[in-house]
């Protein structure tokens, strides 16, 4: 963290879409890295986003929530895109419980 | 082009303050204490002339870069020579394998035998590493070895079930190349997954423990340790991205506790998640990969509950060869999934009385890792190994017996391997989960079929038990 304390928390959000399309995912990704978002792992199904929250939250159409136990998507996406199929939904991992 | 990092040492070791670096015009000094100028300005300078990059330690040494030209320039014609970084492969690691160093001992120019005492080219540091051995401790556990009795994996061995040719991708908190993987010849590769950071850094000592159970049952398969990254669909992903026979989880999310419907209601954010980890998971099976999680520590986990996914709970082996339900491991009946009860069958894990970690298994972790020593009576630490288990045990021990079936099947489907075990593992009939479930005679919710055989589960296979 820096010394003056102004530290931008990176958060992932993760789109997904329940049918998988390659085309809309492509166009997808490529509109993300217009907003200079780190876009790292993308499936025929899924992108995964990270970047500022705020940056997030203009680039997805969402709103994220502080809720204690992390941050979750409680609004969007809205993407504005012509295809429909993509994105169905938004999130923001969470950790796992390790046994 | 390779450069060398030649360190040279002034002739002063008069001691200087920070109020002597800042006025020191030399943009490029970087840290809190300068060089000493007098003796350090004219070596700096030689090098500022050169354009060759230099930073000044705090104790005031001078570090530069050198290419294979400008060590000529500077040092004259000098004789580069391949030294290995390491004494021996096993007890200790380094960040290279070699370095390069001079033959002799390097000249100092002239120009500057005024101001520097000598130069030299540093060594890079070995880390001494844990033994491969695992430490006496004055507690009863069980060691892999005991684990792969337990187990009845060590005929299966002598027959040749040893999980050769079979890929196991384990996603878990990080995989440390520990000394007893690499003396023992087990096939590790630790794998990064999106925003892991490098797989080989395991803070918490779980990843690199846990895997040693998959290698008691399955000492000559692959396994891809695949570190956790910023979602577990993503982990998920790259560990089908290695093309495995077998996925094993030693975690999950302690949700199953209301429906779907309820979820997306009360958590919209955790409803998407577990929608797309189902998602992967399908796509898993899709692809005929055994996907396996552990049930939990008294937790109702997701994923363990999926359908299609092998839920692995625990069974305790007491000193007397006695077996019982763990009351350190879960049994639930699913809420996300009505009609899935968890676990299928189990591996072995100790008892919730041992300690709050349940100690019940010697497993490697690096060491100062959150897990190095842990539940040790002599407390001692740093050792690279800890006793510890819980579910999370008992899915990679069950994973490495699935690598011996595929071995010898490798066509063999999830739900086959699940019937597989279902029918061949060992009833248990004593004790009460940490759910509250107690063990019966024939199937039931506290330990599902039983302590997973592997020689029963093989012989099954093969068409001889």
């Known amino acids: 963290m820096p010394a003056s304390g102004n530290h931008t928390t990176v958060l992932t959000v993760r789109l997904i879409t329940e049918k998988p ?30 970047g500022p929250r705020a940056k997030l939250e203009a680039a997805l159409g969402i709103t994220i929530a502080d809720e204690g136990h992390g941050h979750s998507v409680v609004e969007g996406p809205d993407l504005k895109l012509a295809e429909p199929n993509f994105p169905v939904s938004a999130y923001i ?6 046994f | ?32 204490v300068a060089p000493e100028r007098r003796s350090m300005n004219k070596a700096i300078k030689a090098f500022d002339d050169r354009a060759i990059p230099q930073e000044a330690s705090p104790l005031k040494r001078l570090d530069v870069q050198l290419d294979e030209q400008e060590m000529a320039d500077v040092f004259g014609d000098v004789a580069m020579e391949q030294h290995p970084t390491r004494a021996s492969d096993d007890r200790s690691v380094s960040l290279n394998e070699t370095f390069n160093r001079p033959a002799a001992a390097l000249s100092v120019p002239e120009a500057l035998q005024d101001s520097i005492a000598f130069a030299y080219v540093p060594r890079p540091v070995e880390f001494f590493a844990p033994l491969p051995f695992p430490p006496i401790e004055n507690i009863y556990h069980l060691r892999l070895a005991d684990v792969r009795l337990a187990l009845n994996a060590a005929r299966c061995h002598m027959n040749g079930w040893t999980g050769k040719g079979v890929r196991v991708a384990m996603a878990d908190t990080g995989f440390m190349l520990h000394p007893y993987y690499v003396r023992s010849g087990l096939k590790l590769i630790p794998t990064a997954s999106p925003g892991s950071g490098p797989a080989d850094l395991d803070n918490s000592g779980h990843g690199t423990g846990e895997a040693g159970n998959i290698f008691a049952v399955a000492p000559d398969c692959t396994v891809f340790g695949v570190k956790h990254g910023s979602s577990a669909a993503g982990t998920l992903e790259t560990c089908i991205d290695q093309n495995p026979d077998v996925m094993t989880n030693s975690w999950g999310y302690n949700i199953d506790r209301m429906t779907k419907d309820e979820l997306r209601l009360n958590d919209p954010n955790m409803f998407f998640e577990v ?21 939990g520590n008294g937790h109702r986990a997701f994923p363990a509950s999926h359908p299609d996914v092998i839920s692995v ?22 809420l996300l999934y009505p009609g899935q009860n968890i676990p299928d069958f189990c591996g072995l894990v100790g008892r919730s009385e ?24 002599s407390g001692r630490s740093q050792s690279g190994w800890g006793i510890f288990s819980g579910t999370s045990a008992a899915c990679p021990q069950t994973a490495g017996l699935v690598a011996l079936l595929k071995q010898i099947s490798k066509g063999l489907s999830p739900a086959q391997i699940r019937q597989v075990l279902n029918a061949r593992s060992v009833d248990v009939t004593d ?4 759910t509250g479930d107690t063990a019966a005679p024939g199937h039931d919710l506290a330990t599902g079929a039983g302590l997973v055989d592997a020689l029963r589960a093989c012989g099954f296979a093969v068409g001889t038990s």
């Open chain 2, 313 to 334: 709970g625990g069974v305790t082996l007491n000193e007397d060869g006695s077996i019982e339900a763990s009351n350190y491991a879960s049994s639930f009946r699913s």
């Open chain 2, 431 to 434: 004790g009460t989960t940490a």
């Open chain 1, 21 to 50: 399309n390659r085309q809309t995912i492509e166009a997808v990704r490529t509109r993300l890295q217009e907003f200079d978002l780190d876009v790292e792992a993308s499936t025929d199904r899924s992108i995964e986003v990270r």
């Open chain 2, 1 to 32: 082009m390779t450069k060398t990092t030649v360190r040279l040492v002034p002739r002063s070791s008069q001691r200087v303050t920070f109020s002597d670096y800042v006025s020191m015009p030399q943009e490029r000094l970087s840290g809190s």
């Open chain 1, 93 to 98: 991992p969470r950790k796992p419980d390790f």
């Open chain 2, 275 to 295: 929608m797309d980890v189902e998602a992967v998971i399908n796509d898993a099976i899709q692809r005929n990969i055994a996907v396996l999680f552990s049930a």
């Open chain 2, 354 to 377: 041992m300690s709050p970690q349940s100690a019940h298994i010697m497993l490697p972790v690096p060491p100062d890792s959150e897990l190095d020593g842990e539940n040790f009576p």
